[in-house]
């Protein structure tokens, strides 16, 4: 059987900068997202046009290169983690990739004590990285944060194929599915569930 996912991998490698991030994170024991995930977040910066990002969930800087990346030149990154010694190796990683103080923000904090401090309408996207329980009040916040047309997205959303298992009961099931009916049924919402590493769940805010 091929193995599409390692094939995935591959298609589109990851650079010094990537490979050096994910090497960080690892050392830690940070997870971070797999390169197609990251493929797809630089993909939607990139189609949203977006020069405002929130990012909840920094770890050593992975998925913060890949927003960059596909962000507008002048866009600015906001990204929240209580750990500062995730955003420490997020910093390095970030400047030895030429993103500096201009282009990145790093607020140490949780991020439900950040979000409410965040401009209304200001930004283009949200990715959610964070405490998967926290999930539905980063929906809410999401709501009041994103211009219209902005992306809210979240990481792991299929928690590796156990939200569409009824008898998973595990909290991280659970509330993903939660989610992933909140997110369907808010009628400011147009979803997408993608398979896509251990999930992501992406949705435009009318």
């Known amino acids: ?25 690892a ?10 995930t990251g493929s797809l ?8 046009g977006a020069k405002a990002v929130v990012e909840l969930g920094t770890g050593a800087g992975v998925s913060g290169l890949w927003l960059l990346r596909g ?30 103080s201009g282009r990145v923000r790093l607020i140490a904090g949780e991020a439900l004590n950040v979000l409410p401090r965040l401009s ?14 926290e999930n539905l009040d980063y929906l809410a916040a999401s709501l009041r944060l994103l211009r219209p ?11 590796g194929g156990r939200v569409a298992d009824p008898s998973a009961r595990d ?3 659970v509330v993903l599915r939660e989610l992933t009916k909140a997110v369907r049924e808010e009628e400011r919402l147009t979803p997408a569930l993608l398979p896509v590493g251990p999930g992501l769940l992406a949705a435009v805010v009318s």
């Open 149 to 159: 047309g902005g992306l809210v997205v979240f990481a792991g959303a299929l928690a």
């Open 71 to 100: 962000m507008a030149a002048d866009g600015v990154l906001t990204s929240v983690d209580p750990e500062t010694e995730h955003q420490r190796l997020a910093k390095q990683s970030l400047n030895e990739a030429g993103y500096g």
């Open 120 to 133: 209304d309408g200001a930004y283009d996207l949200l990715f959610c990285d964070a405490a998967r329980g």
């Open 171 to 173: 909290t991280e099931a």
């Open 41 to 48: 977040l630089r993909l939607l910066a990139a189609a949203s």
């Open 1 to 25: 059987m091929t193995d599409l996912t390692g094939w995935l991998d591959a298609w589109l490698p990851e650079d010094a900068p990537l490979t050096a991030a994910r090497a960080r994170a």
């Open 27 to 36: 050392e830690v024991g940070v997870p971070c997202v797999d390169p197609v």
